[in-house]
T-cell receptor, first 116, second 110 residues
Framework: GAVVSQHPSWVICKSGTSVKIECRSL??????MFWYRQFPKQSLMLMAT?????????EQGVEKDKFLINHASLTLSTLTVTSAHPEDSSFYIC????????????FGQGTRLTVV | GENVEQHPSTLSVQEGDSAVIKCTYS??????FPWYKQELGKRPQLIID?????GEKKDQRIAVTLNKTAKHFSLHITETQPEDSAVYFC?????????FGRGTSLIVHP
């Protein structure tokens, strides 16, 4: 199957700093990627839909100025958590589909963010 | 938008027993229903999926059934093994954006 690579797999940062997470589709082009946040023992909460060449679509309640998404190419989307605070600590995971509607979602490895 | 309900949230079985996880969805236009398995600290991975033109699909010990009229679909795991222990998510693909259920933590006791 297709491969989605996410980096870093874990990061620890100080409060007030920004952290960038990358999501790459390695062997296919993804015009759309999805960013999720997952709390322990909970489901995948969709944060935003990243569209190549255009602005991301954010879900209700997600601050677009805090979670900056850039999808500059067909294989790369980035999520930047700006001015991170301890409450932003979570597991962030991206996914992409191989260009077609209603097909398997391929997930990145996820990023464990800890803000201290 | 689509609403997916998943039950139970936790399921504990003995090795060798069967496990059933159920999901309901709201969007009658949904036509793609995948199931993902997520082991602790790892990414979700597709284990089986079904499209609306069939009512059942089987892959070894795993099967999925779909009732479009009632808008529900289920995951069946037979002869469970300890390595089946994980969180299982159902999803509904009514539009381009998949909607996930809340997840079921399956625990298989040896």
């Amino acid at each position: 199957g297709a491969v989605v690579s996410q980096h870093p797999s874990w990061v620890i940062c100080k409060s007030g700093t920004s952290v960038k997470i990358e999501c790459r589709s390695l062997d296919f082009q993804a015009t759309t990627m999805f960013w999720y946040r997952q709390f322990p023992k909970q489901s995948l909460m969709l944060m935003a839909t990243s569209n190549e060449g255009s602005k991301a679509t954010y879900e209700q309640g997600v601050e677009k100025d805090k979670f900056l998404i850039n999808h500059a190419s067909l294989t790369l989307s980035t999520l930047t958590v700006t001015s991170a605070h301890p409450e932003d600590s979570s597991f962030y995971i991206c996914s992409a589909q191989d260009g077609q509607v209603n097909t398997e979602a391929f997930f990145g490895q996820g990023t464990r963010l800890t803000v201290v | 938008g689509e609403n997916v309900e998943q039950h139970p949230s936790t399921l504990s079985v003995q090795e060798g027993d069967s496990a059933v996880i159920k999901c309901t969805y709201s969007d009658s236009a949904s036509n793609y229903f995948p199931w993902y398995k997520q082991e602790l600290g790892k990414r979700p991975q597709l284990i089986i999926d079904i499209r609306s033109n069939v009512g059942e699909k089987k892959d070894q010990r795993i099967a999925v059934t779909l009732n479009k009229t009632a808008k529900h679909f289920s995951l069946h795991i037979t002869e469970t093994q300890p390595e089946d222990s994980a969180v299982y998510f159902c999803a509904s693909g009514g539009s381009y954006i998949p909607t996930f259920g809340r997840g079921t933590s399956l625990i298989v006791h040896p």
